[in-house]
């Protein structure tokens, strides 16, 4: 489940419209060796070669002037800024980028209910996905009376599903962000800066050819969509990758949850508060005489004694991938081992133990198993297979699609989880 799309789907008039559009806003070539192509209702649209393309050839050049971005903009409300650009130009000369925009992209905290969102079973992914309902919900008290509420989250959904951060600024490039994400992705984005431009924003690569350099100082930035070192085949699908990012950065900001996700992770402490918590519950639980303000009082000079001997970094999100565990994570626990008793009887305990005991305590506060989800996923894709979109769902308020990517993102963190303590020498 991702794009939602136009009932009226583009005509073969209106994919050509698109590139129209896109040679007069001066993206180059004239002829591009690309056509956009309706994937499936998940996924929507995506860009395919119609001819071969050659290792390294630029597919397609848009300039800046083309794009939306947060340049100047204050970070707090940088989506806010780009849906009013998007937005204003629904009464300009865009139609033919706007015809071939998804009508929403499914993102868990504009379109889904209280009851999905629970389904994740991730309190800070809950939590994450109301703190941006509450952009949401400033971005329509600043937009009140100019635009709707469905309009403003219709903008907020392009905005934070086609836009891509480039040295701390959020561009979106209308043509190139037609591309699909995968890992094993046959193309990538750069800037070309011009040597006369102080403005625009600055791309992960970034390019300026002598040439350009003669060109003079009146060419604004352009970003390309480049072919990688493979080349790409005619028939195939152009693909960038949008970042080795866990689940919860696709889901929350693309509408879509990675078949599998190597990078996925799973957290397995918020924070220091959190990491002392838990070391307090396994060594305190003993003492009968202790009351929940001493054992509070406890965990509070153990963080500070913490932050004394490791020095005041990030502790937030310590996690497991399947590449690891945190070094931060494994040194604050280290640490706060060495310091005090590790168990309740007394005895030190090991960081390995102290690693699985924690993981087997997340595993055992989700409502469902592993093993449960699997078999959950399976039932809930043979019937959307079938087309039944409402047998055998929790509740009425939970619709199947966002069951399935709920169940999907879940099974991956306890997937995490499971791998982690498989790797924890016992
Ligand atoms: C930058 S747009 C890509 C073009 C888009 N598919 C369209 O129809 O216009 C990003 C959106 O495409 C979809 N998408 C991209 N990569 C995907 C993937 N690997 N799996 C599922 N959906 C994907 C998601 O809806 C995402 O929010």
Redesign the pocket.
């Known amino acids: 489940m991702?794009?939602t799309?136009r009932a009226d789907s583009p005509t073969h008039q209106a994919e050509t419209a698109l590139f129209d559009w896109l040679v007069q806003q001066c993206a180059t070539p004239a002829c591009p060796k690309v056509e956009r192509r309706y994937?499936s209702d998940?996924?929507?649209?995506?860009l395919v070669a119609t001819k071969e393309v050659a290792p390294e050839e630029v597919i397609l050049s848009v300039p800046l002037t083309a794009a939306i971005t947060s340049e100047g903009v204050d970070e707090s409300r940088w989506s806010t800024h780009m849906s009013i650009e998007l937005l204003e130009r629904q009464s300009g000369s865009c139609q033919p980028w706007l015809a071939?925009?998804?009508v929403h992209?499914d993102l868990p905290w504009l379109y889904w209910s209280d009851a999905e969102l629970a389904e994740l079973q991730e309190e800070d992914t809950i939590a994450e996905a109301g703190q941006l309902r509450a952009v949401f919900e400033s971005a329509c008290q600043e937009l009140e009376g100019r635009f709707a509420r469905q309009q403003v989250a219709w903008a907020l959904s392009l905005v934070h599903?086609?836009s891509f951060v480039m040295q701390g600024c959020h561009v979106w490039l209308p043509g190139i962000?037609?591309?699909?994400?995968?890992l094993a992705n046959n193309a990538g984005i750069r800037c070309v800066r011009s040597p006369g431009s102080c403005q625009g924003a600055s791309a992960v690569e970034e390019v300026c050819p002598p040439q350009a350099a003669a060109a003079g100082s009146q060419e604004p930035d352009r970003f390309e969509l480049v072919a990688g070192e493979r080349g790409i085949a005619a028939g195939e699908e152009v693909t960038i990758s949008?970042g080795s990012w866990p689940s919860d950065v696709f889901l929350l900001f693309?509408?879509?949850v990675?078949a599998s996700n190597p990078h996925d992770s799973a957290v397995l402490f918020y924070d220091l508060f959190d990491l002392s918590a838990f070391q307090q519950r396994l060594v305190g639980s003993a003492a009968a005489d202790e009351t929940e303000e001493s054992a509070w009082a406890a965990v509070v000079a153990k963080v500070q004694q913490l932050e004394a001997q490791l020095g005041h970094q990030d502790f937030r999100r310590m996690a497991a991938t399947a590449a690891g565990i945190d070094a931060r994570l494994l040194d604050a626990a280290q640490a706060l081992l060495l310091a005090g008793r590790g168990s309740a009887s007394g005895q030190p305990m090991s960081l390995p133990t102290f690693l699985r005991l924690r993981c087997q305590e997340l595993l055992e506060s989700y409502p469902t198993s592993l093993q449960e989800d699997q078999v959950l996923l399976q039932q809930l894709e043979q019937q959307a297979a079938a087309g039944d979109g409402s047998a055998a769902l929790p509740s009425g308020t939970v619709r199947l699609p966002q069951l399935m990517a709920a169940v999907g993102y879940r099974l991956g963190k306890k997937q995490v989880l499971h791998a982690t303590l498989a790797s924890l020498p016992s």
Not at 177 to 182: A, L, Q
């Open positions: 991702a794009a799309l994937v998940d996924v929507g649209y995506c071939a925009l998804p992209v599903s086609r962000d037609m591309c699909n994400h995968t949008y693309f509408g879509f990675p």
